[in-house]
Structures are given as structure tokens and as C-alpha cells.
């Protein structure tokens, strides 16, 4: 566990939180607390679900976006505001802008999928313009900070805001207020750290035996690894696939507050997070986005600490693109050790595939991918081979039949270099 040092930096006040809880009517949906029977059962724990992808623009992101832009002056607001986002956060700034009548200019990466380009352009309609450009989120947002400077706009950020943060503390808010009895844990996703900063923030006062869990793709440490060091830390590299939680640094003010609300910090494999989506489809008919179901891929790893208590998940939101499902799927098979990718150098002669199949293939094994073209007179060509299994147990079994027919291969999922070389 991380430590959790008393009180002692600023965090954002109940009164603020509950201001914006007021400005919000009308706005942002008081989304529902449910009970989730199965997750309950399984973990033999109380688990409920925070459904802000039931929220109106499908992620808790309008809270803070709308809640800034309620507070600005009027001159500001005739000014015009500026933000950069690759998904949610896009949409909440969109929406709060045909709201309140603002022109916006949103910046958002070239390589955006177009469902979310289009999502951003209908909640704003006329007052929000949309400029595609660089190949990630640090291109668009130096641009749009630039523009922001150039032409007097208010830049909206993402999370390193206070007006952003009390407006995702209404989560908490309402939390606290629909829960008849005493919270344990609330597992929360971080990206930038607006939502713990201000969820904590409001548990801190009020439920302080509360732990506050945050939750972290493995690929994107950010909070993980600042709060370790003691400091703001900026990774070099992420993996961006939970795409609404994957930032190379979190922001000033959120650190802050996080070094005082957050209990621990778990980081969760991408390919847990792919299981969990497709879990939360097929059993409970949720549809989320890979941020979305970053807390209830935590619980497997705090699955004996939870027993017997109260435990709140935020699923954050459900603004997945259906492009991604393959993917979703093969990265979930490939976590659980269920696909395989192998360089097979197979003899060049009539029926050495067919003795493979007969011979090493199991009963319940599955060739998902085969790639081989003959370009040479030698004795052995090498062929890419994807072969899916029906338990975790059978991969071994494969290897020894492998090994028994003297099969010349190489394994390609533990060798990252190569997977990503040829798959």
C-alpha cells in the first residue's frame, strides 16, 4: 500500500463540490448507483457500479468541462474557449458549448476515429469548430494552448483545473448521497487525476475510512509512478490503448491532492482490461470503453483485501468505437494465454503441414493465422501460425507435441520485439 499522509496541502472544499453539483441541474445526469449481483457474488463482497456511461455525453467528463466554463466571466465566454482532447473530454467541452451558447475550437489528433470526431461535432453542432491536427494528443494540445495565448480564448483543461475537479467531485457527491450504508473502497481510473482529485477530495471530508483506490493502465504509470517518487514524473513512452487514461504526466494540482486522498494505486494489464470489457458485454450487457472498465479489472487483484466489504466502481464511460472489437478480443485472448503465435519452419515437402495438424495439432486447438509463402529451394520455409486454445492447460500440451515431433519453432507473444514485428 501507498502511504497516505495526514492533511496537510489544500484539497477542493465541500462547498465548492456541492456549488457544482447546483450548477450541473439540468445538465449532467445524477447517474445511478446499482448493485451488481454477480460481481457481488463473485468477489463475495457488496460491489455497485457508478454508471457515468449512462451519462449524457456517455462519460462523467461534462461535470468538469460544464462546470468550468459556468464559472467564467461573460467576457471570457464572448471570447471563446479552446481545448484539446482525443475523445471525452472533447465532447463534454462540445456539449457545454451549445449549452451555453460558446464558440469553441477543439483540437484533437489527426489519427482520431472518425465516431468520435463526429460525436464532438454533434453535441456541439454550430458553436464548436473541430481542427484535426499532428498524430497524437501532445501535438493538438500545443496547439490549441497556442491558439488559446494568441487570440485571448480560456483554455479548458482536461484535469489540471480546480473548476474542472470540484465538477468531477459531484461524482463523489452523489455517491455519498445514494449509498444508505458505510463505503469501504471506491476503485476509480485515473488518466490526468481529475476525477480521484476531486472524488477524493470530497471523501476525504466526509467518509474519510474510505480508501480511495485509483486505477492505472500498465502501460501509462503515470500517478503510480509519481506518487512512488514523491514528484510529478513524465514517461517517456506509454501504451495509449485505454486511450481516456493514458497521459505521460498528470497534472500539478491534481498531484497534489492525490498525494493526500489516494489510498493505493493498482496497475492493471491492457489485455485485463480487453477481458473485463468483453465481460461486462456478455454477462451484464454494459458497453464500455477501455478506461471504462479499468476499476472492475482491478478487483481481480484485490479480490482478498474486498471480501465481506462495500466496494464502488466508477465505470467512467462507454464512448468505445466497434472498429476496436477485434482487437478488444485478441488482446483479451492473448492475456489470458489462450492465443499463441509461433514461427513455424516447416519441411518443404508434400505433407509436412498435414502430419502438423495430425500430428501436434489438439483436438480442441485452432489455427487462427497462417501466413507462409515459399520464395526458396531450401529445406525448411518458416510460416507465421496463430493457434487459439480452448484452456490455459492446453498450451503446454501443444508445446510437448511440439517438441515430440521435433517441430522447429519459436514463440513470438513473449518476445515483443518480434510479436509486434510480424503481428
Known amino acids: ?77 464572448a471570447r471563446g474557449v479552446v481545448c484539446a482532447s482525443a475523445g471525452n473530454h472533447a465532447q463534454g467541452v462540445a456539449f457545454a458549448c451549445h449549452k451555453l451558447n460558446v464558440q469553441g475550437k477543439i483540437y484533437m489528433p489527426a489519427v482520431t476515429p472518425l465516431q468520435k470526431v463526429n460525436k464532438v461535432r454533434l453535441f456541439g453542432k454550430n458553436n464548436v469548430e473541430v481542427i484535426l491536427t499532428g498524430d497524437t494528443f501532445d501535438d493538438a494540445y ?22 474542472v475537479i470540484e465538477g468531477q467531485g459531484t461524482v463523489g457527491l452523489e455517491i455519498l448521497e445514494d449509498c444508505a450504508e458505510a463505503i469501504d473502497y471506491v ?42 517518487a514523491g514528484r510529478i514524473i513524465t514517461l517517456e513512452k506509454i501504451d495509449t490503448f485505454v486511450d481516456g487514461a493514458a497521459v505521460r504526466q498528470v497534472g500539478e494540482k491534481t498531484f497534489t491532492i492525490a498525494q493526500n486522498v489516494v489510498h493505493d494505486v493498482i496497475l492493471v494489464p491492457e489485455g485485463k482490461v480487453c477481458t473485463s470489457i468483453l465481460q461486462l458485454y456478455n454477462e451484464e450487457g454494459i458497453v464500455v470503453e477501455p478506461a471504462g472498465a479499468l476499476t472492475i479489472a482491478a478487483l481481480d487483484f484485490y479480490k482478498d483485501v474486498i471480501k465481506g466489504k462495500t466496494v464502488v466502481c466508477i465505470i467512467s464511460g462507454s464512448n468505445n ?103
Open 187 to 228: 476503485f476509480v481510473p485515473i488518466g490526468g487525476g481529475g476525477l480521484i482529485a476531486g472524488l477524493g477530495s470530497y471523501f476525504k471530508q466526509l467518509s474519510p475510512r474510505t480508501k480511495i483506490i485509483g486505477v492505472e493502465p500498465a502501460g501509462a504509470p503515470a500517478m503510480y509512478d509519481s506518487l512512488k
Open 1 to 77: 500500500m501507498m502511504a497516505n499522509p495526514a492533511l496537510s496541502t489544500p484539497v477542493i472544499s465541500v462547498e465548492n463540490i456541492y456549488k457544482a453539483k447546483v450548477r450541473l441541474r439540468g445538465v449532467a445526469e445524477q447517474t445511478p448507483l446499482l448493485y451488481n449481483a454477480a460481481f457481488s457474488e463473485r468477489y463475495g463482497a457488496q460491489i455497485l457500479f457508478k454508471r457515468e456511461d449512462l451519462q449524457v455525453v456517455r462519460s462523467y467528463k461534462i461535470r468538469g468541462a460544464y462546470n468550468k466554463m459556468a464559472t467564467m466571466s461573460a467576457e471570457a465566454l
Open 321 to 423: 468505437d466497434i472498429m476496436r472489437t477485434e482487437e478488444i478480443r485478441e488482446r483479451a485472448l492473448l492475456y489470458e494465454g489462450l492465443k499463441h503465435y509461433f514461427i513455424i519452419k516447416f519441411p518443404q515437402r508434400a505433407g509436412a503441414l498435414r502430419e502438423f495438424l495430425n500430428n501436434v495439432l489438439g483436438p480442441t486447438d485452432d489455427i487462427t493465422h497462417f501466413e507462409y509463402t515459399k520464395k526458396h529451394n531450401r529445406e525448411a520455409g518458416p510460416a507465421l501460425v496463430g493457434i487459439q486454445v480452448q484452456q490455459y492447460a492446453d498450451y503446454d500440451a501443444l508445446l510437448q507435441r511440439m517438441e515430440q515431433y521435433h517441430i522447429n519453432y519459436q514463440t513470438l507473444n513473449d518476445s515483443q520485439t518480434l510479436f509486434e514485428m510480424f503481428v
Open 142 to 163: 500545443r496547439e490549441a494552448q497556442q491558439d488559446a495565448a494568441a487570440h485571448g480564448k480560456t483554455f479548458v483543461h482536461p484535469f489540471d483545473d480546480e473548476r
